[in-house]
């Protein structure tokens, strides 16, 4: 319930308090905001399978965002676009737990 208040309150605050992100780092706060959203459908997941563990989802938000970031930083400091593997990684993983959510959710309904 927290985590989806969270959410909820984070995208009314995008809604009305808008922010505009450099474009220098636009491929940074992409990323992690995909790591941060692979994060959320992983809680949510965890959620309906009943082991959800509040630390491990924290660290997890906090962690992957930070670390997606940092990798994209640090491949463009060698001009290597490992951004796009952190894309793929995350974009992966996100599909992937929302069919697992989609088909749960869906069982449950029947």
């Known amino acids: 319930m927290w985590a989806f208040l969270g959410v909820l ?3 009314i605050a995008g809604i009305f308090l808008p922010y505009k992100i450099p474009v220098a780092y636009s491929s940074y706060t992409a ?3 995909l790591a941060a959203l692979d ?3 992983g809680g949510l ?3 309906l399978e009943g082991n959800f563990n ?3 989802f924290i ?3 906090f962690g992957n965002a930070l670390l997606a970031g940092l990798l994209a930083y ?3 400091l060698l001009g290597v676009p490992i951004y796009l593997a952190a894309i793929f990684a995350f974009g992966t993983r996100l599909f992937n737990n929302f069919a697992t959510i989609r088909r ?3 069982k449950k309904g029947h």
């Open 31 to 33: 990323v992690a905001i």
């Open 45 to 47: 997941k965890a959620y």
């Open 104 to 106: 749960y959710v869906i």
């Open 74 to 76: 640090i491949g463009d």
């Open 39 to 41: 994060t959320v459908f």
């Open 54 to 56: 509040t630390q491990i």
């Open 9 to 11: 309150v984070g995208i």
């Open 59 to 61: 660290s997890g938000f």
